[in-house]
Each structure stands twice: as C-alpha cells, then as structure tokens.
C-alpha cells in the first residue's frame, strides 16, 4: 500500500497529508542509523508562536504527531523528537531519563531551541515531566504537558504480566503484512489509513527479506520498564513533587477495547485509572500549577482525536504566564 497526498476539495494539497509525504520522503532518503550520530532524530514542522517540542510514546516515533503537528503550527513553532531507541533516533544502553532529557537538550540546542513548552504522549509525557523537572528554572522547559502518561510501580497487582507482555513483543519481526495490519487495526479508532500507514512505517525498520524490525528492541525495553517502575512506584502526587512549573496533565476519557483474552488487562486498567483519576483530582486542589483535564478519546489519543489534542495544548499555552 502506498501512501498518497490527499487533495483539498478546492485542489489544494491537504496540509496533513503534505506533512506525512515530506516525512516519508525524508525516512525513504536516509539511513537507518548513523554511528556518529549522537543527537537524536528531529523533524522541525514549522510554524510561529511559542515553541512546541513534542515527544511520542513507547513502541511509536514522531510520526504519530503530524496530524496534531499540522494544526498547531497555526499558533505555535512545532519540533517533533524521536525518543533514542525509537524512529530513526540512536539507541541508548542503558536506557535511563537522565540520558534521554540529556540528549533532548543537546537536540533542542542543535535545533536552535532555547525555551519550549514540551509535550508528550504516553512515555513522552513522562519523559516531558522529567525534563521540565531536569531545568527547574523554566530556563529550557515553560511548561510541560503529560497526555496519558503514567505509570505503576514493580510491586503494584499484575504489574509484572503486563511488564511480560511488553518483553514479548519488544524488537519482535513482524510479517511484511505488518502495514496492512497496522492499517487494519488504526481504522477501527477512525484514524486514516494513510496516518496509520506512515506511523506504523515510521515506528519500524523494514528488513531485506521484506519483514519488519519493531522498535524499541528488548535491551532498550528493559531499561524503559525499570525507569517507569521507578517513577511510577510512588505514584502520582509523589512523583510530582519537585516540579514546579506549569504541569497539563491528561486522561484518556474512553478504554482501549477489550482484546479477547486479555480481559484481565481491562480491569488492571480501569482500577490503575481510577487511582490516578483521583490523584489528580487531589492536585488539582492543591498545586496551583497543576491542571487536570480528560480528553474523550483512547489512550491512542494523538492519532484518533488529533483536533481536540491539539485544541487542548493550544489552550493550555495561551494561558501561561508571560
């Protein structure tokens, strides 16, 4: 399947699809990996306003913003990051928060970028707390915004199936029907097939005998789970602590569908929801930089509702303090 520049009705190029054919364009021009490389991969969406940099989460790539990234850049400037280990960015070992805020920072310098407001999805969104709590003199990080990103500890109930999931499928071969798949599985969240598509390329490396690598691999997950066991242990208010810059956190309003077989994971979910939910509520009430919001979407957030994403963030910034 090809990925294909949808046209405007008025025959002008849809600025979505504009977006994802440049990119593709790009991935398709250079390599997978270079060994001197040592910034992480960046695609800088343009636009003018405050700064934006957005991060992805676990398994994805940058790619999984441009949809949100298009409608952004009418207010803001937008750079997108692969996290190390993921898209076309180097990988790490070991994989630790302080490496990758590390190399965020060297990128966003590489990029011209001083001061942003970071944004992140899932793992991102963890990844963009940490970053605003690595510069707490707001110096590099305005604000940060967490879209669904939290975590449990080691010892929280089943904790450690869902860990086991995560090891099984990390850097697994996937068969050359692996777009299609992908495709297939996006269209049931409304998201098109040709975002879906360029994703699902974006987040993979496509190997000789047409077969795909999935990102990240097994090394490079381990590292992740124990950095998210590690914050996430605490929970939430505690793991905040420290982090005194405006904060946008964000909840998923509607649960994945169930997967047969997996009922289990519904109920770990729903009863982990629930506490966070109320974690936050207690925030909110308390830490005046802190707002809570919930988006009616799925944890695939940024692909299924990309408008009300970015309609959220836009809000969020026009309200901080100059």
């Known amino acids: 399947m090809l990925i294909g520049v949808r046209a405007a009705g008025d025959g002008r190029t849809d600025p979505v699809s504009e977006i994802l054919g440049a990119w593709t364009a790009d991935l398709l021009r250079a390599p997978y990996s270079e060994a001197h490389m040592t910034l992480l991969h960046a695609h800088d969406y343009g636009g003018d306003g405050p700064q934006l940099v957005l991060l992805h989460g676990y398994g994805r790539s940058l790619t999984d913003w441009a949809a949100s990234a298009a409608l952004l850049t009418a207010g803001h400037r937008v750079l997108a990051v692969d996290l190390p280990g993921h898209g076309r960015s180097p990988g790490i070992s070991p994989w630790t928060i302080p490496t990758v805020v590390r190399h965020i920072a060297d990128t966003l310098d590489a990029h011209g970028v001083p001061e942003a407001v970071v944004v992140g999805h899932s793992l991102g969104g963890l990844v963009a707390v940490e970053y605003a709590r690595a510069n707490p003199d707001q110096a590099r990080a305005r604000a940060a915004v967490n879209l669904d990103g939290f975590w449990w500890g080691r010892e929280y109930p089943d904790a450690e199936r869902v860990s086991a999931g995560l090891l099984a499928s990390a ?89 047969p077989g997996l009922e289990w994971f519904d109920e770990f979910n729903a009863r982990f929801a629930r506490g966070v939910s109320e974690e936050l509520a207690a925030l909110s009430r308390t830490r005046p930089t802190i707002s809570v919001n919930r988006i009616d979407a799925t944890h695939l957030m940024t692909m299924e509702t990309p408008e009300a994403v970015a309609t959220l963030v836009s809000g969020f910034v026009r309200g901080l303090p100059d």
Do not use: M, N
């Not at 029907?177 to 969240?189: D, I, N």
């Not at 999935?214 to 982090?243: K, N, Q, Y």
């Open 171 to 259: 850097g697994a071969i996937a068969p050359p029907e692996y777009l299609e798949e992908q495709v297939t599985k996006s269209a049931r969240f409304g998201i098109p097939a040709d975002h879906a598509e360029a994703a699902a390329r974006a987040a993979a490396h496509p190997l000789p005998d047409g077969k795909w690598q999935t990102l990240p691999e097994r090394a490079a997950t381990l590292g992740i789970l124990d950095e998210l066991h590690r914050l996430g242990a605490p929970g939430v208010a505690t793991w905040l602590d420290g982090v005194d810059c405006p904060l946008l956190l964000v909840q998923a309003g509607r649960r994945l569908p169930t997967v």
